[in-house]
């Protein structure tokens, strides 16, 4: 299954586990939503509801556009990732990432931003994306890569329902560590990527405010 191993790939390269599978959280059908729930034409969306009265029980439910599920069935982009299916692959990977980190971090009973929320989204799209094109295609560096995902792109005003500014600093502060993880990535062979997985460990693990300040400080 498509989103499990999506799930896999960043649970391996930060050396994370959750004990749920992302399919177990997955709406493709708007009407099972939460009542609450925004109305929205975003192929992507984590809702999360915390119930006070239930032991402050928290609720998790990831919405993926099922159009999206099934052209990604058809390109599996862990089979090849290529143009055609890049954008769907990092809607799907960034519900992924936010279903993931969300959960890690409440199992350490630790809380999360949604600056936090989507600023790792972003470095997980850079990260996997480039260990699968390694993979995909060995010998070649993703030159590429930094600059579709950073510069090609922009924010959606009426997605972002007013945080657009929010959005915008959540990509400053990834595109800042990705550049800086790519001078790395560039000079690195396959035997010293061992050195680059420690990094990214320690990354994942920080918390927001220490996130930013190594951004800060070694960007």
């Known amino acids: 299954m ?3 191993r999506l799930q896999s790939l960043i649970s391996g390269i930060y050396d994370v586990s959750i004990t749920h599978d992302v399919y177990d959280f997955l709406v493709t059908d708007r009407k099972q939503l939460p009542a609450a729930a925004p109305k929205s034409e975003s192929d992507e969306e984590l809702f999360v ?3 006070a009265d239930e032991g402050g029980e928290v609720g998790v439910s990831l919405y993926l556009d ?4 099934e052209r990604l069935k058809v390109a599996d982009p862990l089979v090849r990732l290529h143009d055609g299916n890049v954008a769907d692959y990092w809607t799907a990977l960034e519900g992924v990432s936010h ?3 969300l959960a890690w971090n409440a199992g350490h009973d630790r809380p999360v931003s949604l600056l936090e929320l989507e600023m790792q989204a972003e470095v997980d799209k850079y990260v996997s994306s480039y260990w699968l094109m390694r993979e995909q295609f060995p010998g070649r560096f993703p ?3 930094l600059s579709v995902l950073f510069e090609r792109t922009r924010i959606d005003s009426r997605l972002a329902r007013g945080r657009e500014n929010l959005y915008r ?3 400053r ?3 800042k560590f990705c550049r800086r993880l790519e001078q790395s990535l560039r000079g690195a062979r396959r035997e010293s990527d061992g050195e680059v997985l420690a990094e990214l460990r320690r990354f ?3 918390t927001n405010v220490r996130k930013l300040a190594h951004i800060e400080r070694t960007a």
């Open 2 to 4: 498509l989103l499990t």
């Open 49 to 51: 509801t915390h119930a």
């Open 66 to 69: 099922p159009a999206l599920l």
């Open 99 to 101: 279903f993931l980190y």
């Open 143 to 145: 030159a590429e890569l």
């Open 169 to 171: 600093e959540a990509t």
């Open 173 to 175: 502060y990834a595109q």
């Open 204 to 206: 994942y693990r920080l």
